[in-house]
């Protein structure tokens, strides 16, 4: 059985009523007390309950540190509300609310320089509220139970800044948040122009979702307009996103109600760094280089790099060698990563590069130009691969008129 209202077994409906009598002391304190919202909690760990009533009694401790009764009322600080990107717009054709979340324009470094990580999750715990009041709206509204919402992905910029391991830390604190605090709220999530970096970063963060949700993602193809209206009223969906939807002053992308993000302005950084942790540390003598070596084996994958030195600048560059099991200067090897300066003494440096083809890649620290100063580096250095089914899928699709769900994602 779906475990769901009506279509409970014996033995789901048993767990039920004892999920309600263990959670006496705390009922008239949840956001909702009917059998919809906790089968919710138990549909999320499989119907056992200690789990379940584990995962509900944190969630009413996250409830009380958000202040969620009157987190509507709260107000997030400027730079949140100018350029965290999203909004919900519209509603699908069986009623339930829509998200979009605009990730291309999202500048992660903007601002997680301009604002606290605690008010980054609050914000984004404020729109799991709006989404859930809104479901009860149109329950109301409506004349039937509405629990999930429906969401667009638009990865249109997607790139190799949003691979910054601080903004991917980050937002994976967000999605754990939305899992552990809105079970079973997400109807599906459709990913539209999806470039082909969207594997490399859906596999940084899919190990967040839960199977279930995996298998909610899916991967539209160029027809995405289209799929889209089979699922939500043309007269729902902005213009900019296939639709006739338009604000009322004919704002095609209805930026009303969706936020399209963008670069933070520098005024409004509060620092310049993160406090960052690294792997290694080495001594590049003076007058010399360090090289560190990296096997990729196939196409696609992401170099992703963070280092600071101190007391002075450092080179650094990226090469893929052309001889295999020696060592080779720079000038014998393939600048794929041009050489330069860095002033990471005053401001750590960070980057990424997608290796287009397979070989060893050297990441090298260049101090051949200090006659006088040894530099002492600390760095760390991770691989990033692709996730394989929506890499296949995103490969598939091409051009084809197809949708793909991620349903089989390891």
């Known amino acids: 059985m779906s475990g769901r209202v009506g279509e409970l077994s014996p033995r789901q409906a048993e767990t039920l009523a004892q999920f309600r009598e263990n959670l006496q002391d705390v009922l008239p304190s949840l956001p909702s007390q009917d059998d919809y919202f906790l089968l919710k909690w138990l549909r999320a760990r499989c119907f056992d309950l200690s789990k379940s009533e584990a995962m509900l009694r944190k969630h009413l401790e996250v409830r009380k540190h958000m202040d969620a009764d009157n987190i509507l009322a709260w107000e997030a600080p400027e730079v949140i509300r100018k350029y965290m990107s999203g909004g919900m717009c519209g509603y699908d054709r069986e009623g339930s609310p829509i998200w979009y979340d605009i990730i291309g324009p999202l500048d992660a470094k903007g601002l997680l320089f301009s604002a606290s ?15 859930r009041r809104e479901c009860e709206q149109q329950s109301k509204k409506l ?70 949700t995996r298998k909610k993602v899916v991967v539209l193809g ?18 900019e996103y296939g639709g006739t939807l338009t604000d009322p002053d004919g704002d095609p992308k209805c930026s009303s109600k969706i936020n399209y993000g963008g670069d933070v302005p520098q005024h409004y950084y509060v620092r310049d760094q993160l406090a960052q942790q690294y792997e290694h540390t080495v001594v590049v003598n003076r007058g010399s280089s360090h090289q ?20 002075a600048d450092v080179g650094f560059g990226v090469y893929l060698k052309t001889k295999i099991g020696e060592r080779q200067r720079a000038g014998e090897m393939t600048e794929v990563y041009p050489n330069q300066r860095y002033n990471s003494h005053m401001v750590p440096e960070d980057g990424s590069l997608t290796c287009s083809t397979p070989g ?45 769900a991620l349903n089989h994602s390891p």
């Open 143 to 212: 004349g039937k139970k509405i629990e999930t919402v429906l969401m667009v992905y638009d990865c249109e910029g997607l790139g190799l800044k949003h691979l910054w391991k601080p903004a991917v830390d980050t937002y994976g604190e967000l999605l754990s948040m939305f899992e552990e605090n809105y079970p079973e709220s997400l109807k599906r999530l459709f990913i539209v122009k999806a470039p082909k970096i969207f594997p490399v970063a859906y596999n940084l963060v899919k190990h967040f979702l839960s199977e279930d």
């Open 222 to 239: 160029s027809n995405w307009k289209e799929v889209l209206q089979k699922y939500i009223d043309p007269e729902q969906i902005p213009v």
């Open 360 to 404: 060893i890649y050297v990441l090298r620290f260049d101090n051949t130009y200090s006659y006088l100063h040894a530099k002492k580096v600390s760095y760390s250095v991770e691989v990033l691969l692709p996730d394989a089914a929506s890499a296949q899928q995103i490969q598939n699709l091409g051009d084809k008129l197809s949708e793909v």
């Open 292 to 311: 560190v070596e990296y096997e990729i084996l196939f196409p696609g994958c992401v170099l992703r790099w963070q280092f600071r030195s101190e007391g």
């Open 117 to 131: 990580k605690q008010d980054l999750l609050k914000n984004k715990f404020r729109d799991c509220e709006v989404l």
